[in-house]
Each structure stands twice: as C-alpha cells, then as structure tokens.
C-alpha cells in the first residue's frame, strides 16, 4: 500500500523511516544547512546530523544534540564523528497535539541469542495469560482494535505492558499494533514485538512528563 511519504520524499529522516523499530547509526558529520522556515518565511540555517550507513540527514534541534553530547560525553562537535546513536520513536505531546517525533539515546546493548531469548519469552506469555484489567480489554473491542475480547488478552499478553500501566498505555499500544497489521500487513507476533519497541519511548516519555 502505497504511502503519502512515498509520494512525496523528504532529504530528511522523519519517523516514517524507522519503519516502526529502533535504527542505530554512525555519525558522519555534524554541521549547518539553509532549511525552509515556514515561520520565517524563507531558508533559515539549521543544525544537522550526517550519517555514515544513511543518505538522509537528522534535523537536529537542541534536544537532539544535548542527548549526542550525553552519549559522546563531550559537547566537542568534532568529538562526535564516529559516535553510534540509535534513533527512536516516542509521541510528543506540544500545542494540544500528540506528535510522533525521533529521538536519540545511546545503542541498546544486544547480547548472543537474544533473539532466541526474546521468542521464548513471548511464547512463555501466550502460556501463561496475565489477568488484564477488564475495562482495559472491553476497551479495545469496543475502538474496534480487535474482534473480541478473547482476542484482545491474545494480543496484549505479547506486550510488554505490565498490570499497572495497562490502562496508561494499552490503547495506544493495541492501536499502534492494529495499524501495523493493516498497513504492513504483518501478522500479529512481529507488529507487537515492534510495538514493544515504540512502547519503550512512550513509557520513558510518560516519566519524563512527570519530573
């Protein structure tokens, strides 16, 4: 299925290029480029981030560079090159709206068979159903993110949502499940294993919201 942002490409990274999972890239280069305002009006030099594995370009406002000078532990821009980051999707909220925005942290340490590990571990919650709030799965079924209720325990018993934040986090997550399995047409273990991943972002973000 054909999307908007392949209609119409932009030079610059944007969350539509994480393809819903985390990407770990290596700083090439850090430096300015005229980008249009629509404030302004006009071109206006803005800070950017080259990378050695991508052809597009991170806009790189000041949250951004902060979180690569904490990853690099210098704010030196030429201590950079050559620093691995990993871009990830959170939802930020700004101007009464929730946004999709990327945002960068130092590479997850993957250890030798983890992906063994993380299977086992999802197969190990299909066996053993946790004991979802009842307003929390009624929910679900009735935004239409799944047929029945049945259906919806089978789903949120791959995530890694706990009993505590299910009611904070469970909509948002089974809706960003649903729409992976629609538009990329996956089946239902991968789109939550890639939810998972985005659920990081909006569990740290919702922490960070209340400090």
């Given at each position: 299925m054909t999307s908007l942002d392949e209609i119409y490409?932009?030079?610059h990274l944007r969350v539509y290029d994480l393809d819903g999972r985390p990407l770990v890239l290596t700083i090439k280069s850090v430096t300015q480029i005229p980008i249009w305002d629509?404030?302004?009006?006009?071109?206006?030099p803005k800070?950017?981030?080259y990378f050695q594995e991508h052809k597009k370009y991170l806009i790189a406002k000041e949250i951004?560079?902060?979180a690569v000078a904490d990853i690099a532990g210098s704010?030196?821009?030429?201590d950079w090159i050559g620093t691995r980051v990993e871009l990830y999707e959170v939802q930020?909220?700004?101007?009464?709206d929730v946004w999709d925005v990327i945002r960068l942290r130092a590479p997850q340490q993957i250890q030798e068979g983890n992906e063994g590990d993380a299977?086992?571990?999802?197969r190990a919650r299909q066996r053993k159903p946790r004991n979802w709030p009842a307003e929390v799965v009624k929910g679900i079924v009735a935004?239409?993110?799944a047929a029945s209720e049945l259906e919806a325990v089978k789903a949120l018993n791959l995530s890694d949502l706990t009993i505590k934040n299910a009611a904070q986090f469970a909509m948002r997550w089974m809706a960003y499940v649903s729409r992976l399995m629609e538009e990329k047409e996956l089946d239902l273990e991968l789109a939550a294993e890639k939810a998972n991943s985005k659920l990081q972002g909006l569990m740290s973000n919702g922490s960070s919201n209340k400090k």
């Open positions: 490409p932009k030079p629509k404030k302004a009006g006009r071109k206006m800070w950017v981030i951004l560079l902060n704010r030196q821009l030429k930020d909220e700004s101007f009464g299977a086992e571990e999802r935004e239409n993110l």
